[in-house]
């Protein structure tokens, strides 16, 4: 697939998002702002994740930061954007620091010290009570708009988001830094070898996972108005942004959307008609999918489909 016919898909997908307030009710509404706040978040993991093939759990740490951060300065009197712009600027030089870290692990022992990340915020968040408010949570100043406007604004917000990550991708996708994120996924001590500064590149894809994650937080913070601990560091997070990824297409300029969307959109269809299964038969579809489709849903339109019932009738037609 050229890459103007994937930028066109994509326009369309933004399109249709942006359209849903005119046409569809609040709840719709919702769904559009949840489904492109989750797509920006997977696409910030395929950085790392897709591209350099670090297997990173991260993101709900680098979200719930941005989402306190964001709170915090809107509580203290900063205007709104430059809350989520303080936002994004802490979560980056936290990534940055934490980066030099943990990126010297590989394979488990990285994936696992990612989700220590995860842990440690949440814990230092929860006892930070004189800051934080501890497990009580924390109240953010609201918008003393209409509901309607309220969540056009806050869609077209994490549209506008959407947009910029998916445009850091292309970029990466089609520069040397992307080319050097694929070969240090192959094999990281061969780039090396061949001159490719393999802990730069990794610490860079880091923050560039990250720094969104935490406008994304803030934005979401200001948009509930309230936050706690157990919401903004959803252990849950750390394995869906991954899952949706995946299951689009991990490394691939479209398949964080379309898995997005394909998850968010199962998850609400379980939600409403098996209120007790939902989470079990949302998990096992997407098990069967990932096992089916190695390299995501994306495969089906590139025409590379890798399903066993569709081999054997190709086998069967060449025969």
Not at 52 to 64: E, K, M, N
Not at 101 to 115: E, K, P
Not at 272 to 288: S, Y
Request: proline share 4%.
């Amino acid at each position: 697939m050229s890459n103007p016919v994937r930028i066109g898909l994509f326009a369309i997908w933004i399109v249709v998002l942006g359209s849903v307030p005119f046409w569809g009710d609040n709840a719709m509404a919702r769904t559009a702002i949840m489904l492109a706040m989750s797509s920006v978040l997977a696409y910030s993991w395929n950085i790392i994740g897709g591209f350099a093939g670090y297997p990173s759990f991260s993101t709900a740490a680098f979200f719930g930061l941005g989402s306190y951060v964001g709170a915090l300065c809107q509580g203290a009197g900063v205007p709104m954007p430059l809350a989520w712009l303080a936002a994004t600027i802490f979560v980056a030089a936290f990534a940055g620091l934490i980066g030099g870290i943990v990126l010297r692990l590989r394979g488990h022992y990285f994936a696992i010290a990612s989700i220590a990340i995860v842990e440690v915020c949440r814990l230092v968040v929860a006892a930070w009570g004189s800051l934080t408010g501890g497990g009580n949570g924390l109240n953010v100043p609201l918008l003393m708009w209409s509901p309607d406007n309220t969540i056009l604004f806050f869609l077209m917000v994490m549209l506008a988001l959407l947009v910029i990550i998916f445009a850091i991708t292309v970029f990466i996708d089609r520069h040397r830094f992307g080319f050097a994120l694929k070969c240090i996924r192959q094999n990281e001590d061969a780039a090396d070898m061949v001159g490719v500064d393999a802990t730069r590149f990794k610490i860079l894809a880091y923050v560039l996972s990250a720094f969104l994650c935490g406008t994304a937080g803030a934005v979401y913070a200001s948009w509930i108005g309230y936050i706690d601990p157990t919401d903004s560091f959803q252990i849950v997070m750390t394995v869906e942004i991954p899952v949706m990824a995946m299951l689009g297409g991990a490394g691939t300029v479209l398949g964080p959307a379309i898995g997005a969307a394909a998850f968010v959109v199962l998850e609400e269809i379980f939600w409403a008609n098996f209120l007790d299964w939902n989470r079990a038969i949302l998990g096992a579809i997407i098990v069967v999918v990932i096992f089916a489709l190695p390299g995501g849903l994306i495969r089906i339109f590139s025409g590379r489909t890798r399903l066993p019932f569709l081999r054997s009738r190709s086998t069967e037609a060449v025969q």
